[in-house]
C-alpha cells in the first residue's frame, strides 16, 4: 500500500509492507510539523516506520530525516550514496532560518544495491533499488513488483526526449526494463506508464501564466493557492513547479519547451 504524503513542495511517499513500513524521501527542513500531520491521516504512527530511504541527498528530500529517525526510524543509505550525505548540511547552515538536525552517521544503516532486496523484504516489500544518476551522483530510484516505481528528481519520462544520449536517458533506459506501471515522482504528479504523454495544459496565455506561478512559488504559495488565484489546471501548475525546481535559473522560455516537448 502506497500513501502519497503531501505536506512540502516535495512528494514524499509511505510504502507498507507486511512486515514494516518504508518512508520514501522526507521535505524540507522545518516541516517535521506538517509531516506528523500528513503521517496522522494515514493512521500509521512515525515510530512505526522501519526504514527511511532518500533518494538523494539534496535539502528538499533529507531535510528531515534525522528528525524522524529520531522517533525510532533507521535511515537506509545505499553504498553509492555514503559520500554524499552531509554534501547538503553547509545549505542549511548559511540558511539559518530552518531548524535542521544533520543525519547522525552512527546510527544509518548501509546496504550495497546489488543487495537491496534483502533489506526491502525485511519490511515484507517485493521489489529492487536501483543506482540512477542524472539529476545528482547519488541518485537512487525504487522499483515494486507491483509495478510502482519512484524516482525522486530524476527527470519525468515525458522530459527523456531532451535528454538523449545522457546519463538520464541510461538511467531510464534501465527501469523501463522492468516495465513499470505507474511512476512516483519528487515533484510532479504521479503518473500511469500509459499516460506520462496524455497532459493536456490551458490555452491561456502560457508565458505570462508561467511566469505569474513562477513569481507565485517564489512568495511561499502552495499548489492550491497558485490554483485558485489563476485558475490554470492543478496537474500543469505541479509540472511547472517541478521543473521550476530543480531546473537551475530555468527561465519562462525553458519550462515552456519542456511542456512542448511532454505534451507531443
Known sequence: MVYELHYSKTNTYLIKGKSGVL???????????????????????????????????????????????????IILVADVQKDFIHSCDGVFAKENKYHF?????????TFPVDKCSEVLKEMGINGKIFHTPGHSDDSISLFLDDGSLFVGDLNPLYELELHKGT????????????KPKRIYYGHAKTAEIDSVNDNPVSD????????KIMKMTDKGMD???????????????????????????????????????KNK
Open 101 to 109: 538536525i544533520p543525519i547522525d552517521d552512527v546510527k544509518i544503516k
Open 204 to 211: 491561456k496565455d502560457m508565458y505570462e501564466l508561467v511566469s
Open 223 to 261: 499548489v492550491n493557492r497558485i490554483a485558485k488565484k489563476t485558475g490554470a489546471d492543478y496537474e500543469f501548475i505541479q509540472d511547472v513547479l517541478r521543473m521550476y525546481l530543480t531546473h537551475q535559473n530555468v527561465g519562462v522560455q525553458g519550462i515552456l519547451d519542456r511542456i512542448e516537448i
Open 167 to 178: 546519463q538520464i536517458e541510461k538511467s531510464w533506459n534501465k527501469l523501463l526494463a522492468h
Open 23 to 73: 518512508l520514501f524521501d522526507t521535505g524540507w527542513a522545518g516541516s517535521f510539523p506538517e509531516f506528523c500531520k500528513a503521517m496522522g491521516e494515514t493512521g500509521i504512527a512515525v515510530k512505526d516506520i522501519t526504514y527511511i530511504l532518500i533518494s538523494h541527498f539534496h535539502p528538499d528530500h533529507m531535510g528531515i530525516a534525522q528528525e524522524i529517525a529520531d522517533e525510532g526510524p
